[in-house]
């Protein structure tokens, strides 16, 4: 079997609302969806969901290097090679990690598709089905307006609700304190403050204000500062979840050897793929650590991918797939019910509404 052609889609999906987190606001998600056609007649779904505040990307770039680049090294190669052709990809192109998801996510979804195997079942196998409980992600704004969002989220159906905070210790604090007076006892809740606080002082300072309520403090300071990561560790009784700070394998090992992290965030558009995600899960899981498995607000593909992921391994204790319930449409058939997704099927258990693509679609280039 042999890879024919690599179609490439620009595609923009509209948010419910706009996503703010201290990191900057997102009107609209702008995708980029790709099909890898074999000889055979498989087709592969992968997709590249770019941050430029985290890796560098945007969609043009995305689109641009798998045009220009990744698309054509990958004509001819055997798609379920995926080890030697992901590994011929990085040699060719260091960084754009979206851009290498894209593509490794369609050839995984081709070698499922080859074995008659879900994806999760292929990957690791731990849960008997691909399906999942997202959390809600509650946008920086006031506290009165936070507590009202909250109160929403938990009549729709939400157990478990991530507040964005990272703006000054004080109305963070109060953000996160008026929310867990306000929603019953048995609802989670988590913060990620995404580099906000800047520094280990001003970090520990917010966090001593709502260590009490939450069960989990994401990046807390700047991606650079992993020491302080380790420093805040010491100080706290709450577990500190790198993201930001923690993008590939190797990065995991740094943090382990620096004592930096409790629960590792990883996400398939930091890691390029399952591929450098199972790596990346595997450290953490030698070091005892459970993992949970993030998104960058992806469409239905790489959300799909994610669900696999979280059902594969044991140690991904939490996930983040929230993408298609802060989207008001997908250009998939995938099966979403608050706070629920399920994929079922080979590969990756979802198909494309041709229709919805088309409506969506802003950009298309064939390789071949
Ligand atoms: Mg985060």
């Known amino acids: 079997m042999r890879i024919e052609q690599v179609t490439i889609h620009r595609y923009e999906i509209p948010l419910e609302e706009p996503f703010v987190t201290a990191l900057k606001p997102i009107p609209e998600l702008e995708r980029v969806f790709v099909e890898v056609e074999t000889d055979d007649g498989v087709v592969g779904l992968g997709e590249g969901a770019p941050a430029y505040e985290v890796t560098g990307e945007t969609q043009g770039s995305t689109a641009a290097v798998l045009e220009d680049v990744l698309a054509p090294q990958v004509l001819g190669e055997n798609p379920v090679d995926v080890e030697r052709v992901t590994r011929q ?106 580099q906000g606080w800047g520094d280990a002082k001003t970090a520990l300072r917010a966090i001593k204000g709502i260590a009490e309520f939450v069960d989990v403090v994401e990046q807390p300071v700047a991606k650079a500062n992993v020491d302080d990561l380790a420093f805040l560790r010491e100080r706290v009784d709450v577990p500190v979840m790198p993201d930001e700070s923690v993008e590939t394998a190797n990065d995991a090992v740094d943090l382990v050897k620096r004592g930096a992290g409790d629960i590792y965030n990883i996400k398939l558009m930091k890691t390029g793929g399952i591929t450098e995600a199972t790596r990346l899960n595997a450290v953490a899981a030698a070091d005892g650590r459970p993992t949970q498995l993030g998104s960058m607000v992806e469409g239905h593909i790489g959300t799909a991918a994610g669900v696999h992921f979280v059902a594969a391994f044991e140690n991904v204790v939490w996930n983040e797939m929230v993408g298609p319930f802060m989207t008001t449409e997908g250009i998939t058939d995938l099966d979403t019910n608050v706070p629920r997704i399920t994929v079922e099927g080979p590969g990756l258990g979802v198909s494309v509404d041709r229709n919805r693509l088309r409506s969506l679609r802003s950009g298309r280039a064939v390789v071949e």
Do not use: W
């Open 89 to 194: 990809m990085r040699a060719l192109v260091d960084g754009a990690p979206s851009a290498h998801a894209a593509i490794e996510i369609a050839l995984q979804d081709i070698r499922g598709k080859c074995a008659g195997l879900p994806l999760f079942r292929l990957l690791g196998g731990n849960a008997t089905e691909a399906t999942i409980d997202v959390p809600k992600v509650l946008s920086i704004k006031s506290p009165e307006e936070m507590v009202a969002d909250a109160l929403e989220a938990v009549e729709e159906g939400y157990e478990q609700l991530k507040i964005k905070v990272g703006t000054d210790p004080a109305t963070d604090g109060e953000r996160v304190s008026a929310i867990a007076e306000a929603v019953p006892s048995e609802i989670s809740l988590k913060v990620d403050a995404n």
